[in-house]
């Protein structure tokens, strides 16, 4: 069974840094060409996609609003990708999901978890 689990968030202050976690229980990780993304939505706010790192590792993009402030590793062998969130802003606060979207496209995410809360206050 596909199963994607985040863990991390919380409750951090302007500037804080927090990272996020996610891990597959089920059998995402032993596909390949698996592309692992993580999205956010604000409250009022359409999901966007803040980052993604193909199988390998070798080809991430980020959003423009979180560029040099985040980074997106994933570790094959233990089923899970991270998101290490620095400099965190007001702005930045939202649910945070992890999607997996298969066939290396990063184009139609199939998977994803039941998020994780950030809050950033001010």
């Known amino acids: 069974q596909v199963q994607l689990v985040e863990s991390g968030g919380g409750l951090v202050q302007a500037g804080g840094s927090l990272t996020l976690s996610c891990e597959d229980s089920?059998?995402?990780?032993?596909?390949?060409?698996?592309?692992m993304g993580w999205f956010r939505q604000a409250p009022g706010k359409e999901r966007e996609l803040v980052a993604a790192i193909n199988w390998s590792g070798d080809k991430i993009k980020y959003a423009d609003s979180v560029k040099g402030r985040f980074t997106i590793v994933r570790d094959n062998a233990k089923k899970a990708v991270y998101l290490q969130m620095n400099n965190l802003k007001p702005e930045d606060m939202a649910i945070y999901y992890c999607?997996?979207?298969?066939?290396?496209?990063?184009?139609?995410?199939?998977?994803w978890g039941q998020g994780t809360q950030v809050t950033v206050s001010s």
């Open positions: 089920g059998r995402i990780f032993r596909t390949y060409d698996m592309t």
């Open positions: 999607a997996a979207s298969p066939g290396g496209s990063a184009s139609q995410w199939n998977y």
